[in-house]
């Protein structure tokens, strides 16, 4: 178990630019979930993945974000058009889910710490 | 909607001494899972003890017990014999497991900051 794997660690942009991050999750792990955490704050969700199927997007998404877990494995998370508001960590979580819909506990990255200047 | 309410922004406790976090949250929701996650400074988010809303019995691992109250909403998390390492920020989170559009994604609590002081 490598645990789940964020990179990069830190993402230091100007604002307006275009950023992505990755998500490698345990490899068992069927879902994927992306939370944004402000400085003294709790983790808010963003949106998550089963397999390669996105099934909730939170309204704090805007169109400005987009995520994608193509073959169910790796998922990435793109800002558009940065912007001051957007500096947060931005952390990846994995788990395990049963069909039967036992719901394991998630797993969490170390995060991408995103600062816009 | 689910909202889960730390109250105390700040804890600090003496090293081998227990320490009691509290959580309370609000849901319509009857089939559930409560968490409590640390954080240590600058590190990755860690599970510390998970309660299913359907048990009565409070979860412990080790050190770590709840208090679970499902009638008043209410999950606090004791340390017992706390040490240096435990120092973190706590979150308290919430679960649904009703199917909907809340289904499986947490809902993360602000925050207790707890320092152990040696």
């Known amino acids: 178990d490598t645990g789940v794997s964020q990179n990069p660690r830190h993402k230091i942009t100007k604002r307006g630019q275009n950023v992505t991050f990755r998500c490698d999750p345990i490899s068992e792990h069927n879902r994927l979930y992306w939370y944004r955490q402000t400085l003294g704050q709790g983790p808010e969700f963003l949106t998550y993945f089963q397999n390669e199927a996105q099934l909730e997007k939170s309204r ?43 719901n394991q506990p998630q797993h969490f990255g170390d995060g991408t710490r995103l600062s816009i200047l | 909607a689910q909202t889960v309410t730390q109250s105390q922004p700040e804890m600090s406790v003496q090293e081998a001494e227990t320490v009691t976090l509290s959580c309370t949250y609000d849901t319509s929701e009857s089939n559930y899972y409560l968490f409590w996650y640390k954080q240590p400074p600058s590190r990755q988010m860690i599970l510390v003890i998970r309660q299913e809303a359907y048990k009565q019995q409070n979860a412990t691992e080790n050190r770590f017990s709840v208090n679970f109250q499902k009638a008043a909403k209410s999950f606090s998390l004791k340390i017992s014999d706390s040490q240096l390492g435990d120092t973190a920020m706590y979150f308290c989170a919430f679960m649904n497991l009703t199917k909907g559009t809340s289904y499986g994604k947490l809902t993360f609590g602000q925050g207790t900051i707890l320092t152990v002081h040696p």
């Not at chain 1, 877990?69 to 793109?78: A, D, I, M, Q, Y």
């Not at chain 1, 952390?91 to 036992?102: E, F, I, K, Y």
């Open chain 1, 60 to 102: 704090l998404l805007s169109d400005r974000f987009s995520a994608e877990r193509p073959k169910g494995s790796f998922s990435t998370l793109e800002i558009q058009r940065t912007e001051q508001g957007d500096s947060a960590m931005y952390l990846c979580a994995s788990s395990l889910t049963w069909t039967g819909g036992s």
